[in-house]
Each structure stands twice: as C-alpha cells, then as structure tokens.
C-alpha cells in the first residue's frame, strides 16, 4: 500500500527547475533510495515532502492526504520525519536531552500538569526516559546518553540524529546522505542499523546518499534524478546496469572503455 506519493511535482526557483514533473511513491515498510549528481534536485524533494518548500505544480500526498496546506512543524505530527545532510545537533545537551527534545511532538501533559508535577506528566516522563533508554541501546549510544551529543565522534553524531527522528514515531522516515563522512566500518555498520530500524519499527524510509555499496546494498527500490527529472527507478539490479545511469555518474561510457 502506499504511504507516500509524489505526484507530477515541480519546483521552479525562478528561471530554475530544480524538481521537474516528477512522479515517485513510497510504499509501507519499504526502504526506496534517492539518487543523482550532485546538483539532480534529492534535498529539494524532501524539502518539498516537508513543506519547507511549496512546489510550482503537482501535489504530495501522504496516507492519500494533500500535503499542500501543511505547514512544516505539522508535518511532524502527521508522521514524517527526516535528518539533513549536515549535522543539527543542539551543542549544548547531552546525547539523551538531544533525543528528549523530539518527544515534545507527542506529549499528552499539559502545561500545567507540567509546572505541578502531577501524577500524568510524572508517568510520563517516566515513559520517555524509558523509551529514550531503549532507543539508545539499539545504536549502542546507551554508555554516553550524558555526554554532550558533539563530542561524540562522527558517526556516533549520525545515529544520535537518526535516534531523535525516531523519538517523534514516524511513518516515513527521510534520511539525507547518513552515511556522510563516515569510514567503511562505520558505514558498514550504519547499513545493517537502517535495515534493523525499518524491519523493528515497521517504518518506511526514503534515503538520499552518494555510496552506491551503502544504497545497493540495502534499498529495495531505487529513484535516479538528473537535473531535476527522473531518469530511470526500479530494483537495485536493473540501476546498476542502467546506461542513462551509467552515462550521469560516469560520463558516456564508451569513452570510458
């Protein structure tokens, strides 16, 4: 079934066609992959998901719901959530307050029960700090929850990232190139923590990322964007022996031959 549809979307920045008629859906508990040259137009469609961008014609649908009245922060509470390219931690809190943060999306408390304790806001706070343990364990991050998040190494930064969009509990999760700057090892480890992450939460993602191993090697379909327009989509196989992809990542390969 399908949770997330793109249909016939455009984005003009001017005389600028960053997204062009593109049609694409995701469906439920499905791992879809995102890629292009750098420049093809990948962020803006997730900013377009996320209404950070209203797009020139077409609309998003999500759960068969237009997204095009919806503001960005109410995005988040219909169930979508992303981590962006560069790393947007809070500097100043620990690794478990930066995942704190994202439950704010779902609190039932008030202010008041807040401000005097009271016994619902005691459960569930209670609740939180439990799940935020839980989740902590999954990326093994448990042992450094107190530690301020940037002094973690890098790759431990990404998964704290992705740790904070799960705490809102999404449907769809955006995840933009999480295998930036890390080592094989890392990136290793990073593949086999978003097939778990999908397969434990029942999740679908849609990822952005430039390493082929790491979206040939766990994306079950894939889109390819050129300049905005979408060029070829189909299982990881058929990508890969792709001539229009072939010829946008390397050049016209038989003068590569």
């Not at 791992?31 to 420049?39: A, K, Q, T």
Request: contains cysteine; negative net charge; aromatic residues 8%.
């Amino acid at each position: 079934m399908s949770l997330l549809k793109i249909n016939n979307v455009t984005m003009k920045f001017g005389g600028l066609t960053s997204i062009d008629a593109l049609d694409a859906e995701v469906n439920d508990n499905e791992l879809v992959g995102l890629i292009g040259p750098n420049g093809a137009g990948k962020t803006t469609v997730f900013n377009v998901i996320t209404s950070v961008y209203k797009p020139t014609s077409g609309e998003v649908l999500f759960q068969d719901k237009s997204l095009k009245n919806y503001k960005t922060f109410q995005i988040a509470h219909l169930g979508i959530c992303r981590t962006f390219q560069n790393i947007r931690l809070f500097k100043s809190l620990s690794v478990k307050d930066n995942v704190r943060v994202s439950f704010g999306v779902g609190l039932k408390s008030g202010f008041y029960s807040s401000v005097w304790q009271m016994n619902n806001f005691s459960k569930e706070e209670k609740e939180i700090d439990s799940k935020i343990d839980e989740l902590l364990e999954l990326f093994n991050l448990h042992d450094v929850k107190d530690e301020e998040a940037i002094s973690l190494p890098y790759g431990d930064q990404r998964k704290v990232e992705i740790v904070r969009a799960l705490a809102t509990n999404p449907k769809l999760l955006l995840l933009d190139e999480p295998a930036a700057g890390m080592n094989p090892s890392e990136k290793s480890d990073l593949m086999k923590l978003i097939r778990d992450v999908k397969d434990k939460f029942k999740i679908s993602i849609l990822l952005i990322e430039h390493d082929m191993k790491v979206v040939m090697g766990i994306c079950e379909r894939i889109y390819v964007l050129e300049y905005g327009k979408k060029i070829a989509e189909g299982l990881p196989s058929e990508i890969q022996n792709n001539e229009k992809v072939i010829e946008a990542y390397l050049g016209d390969t038989k003068t590569h031959a």
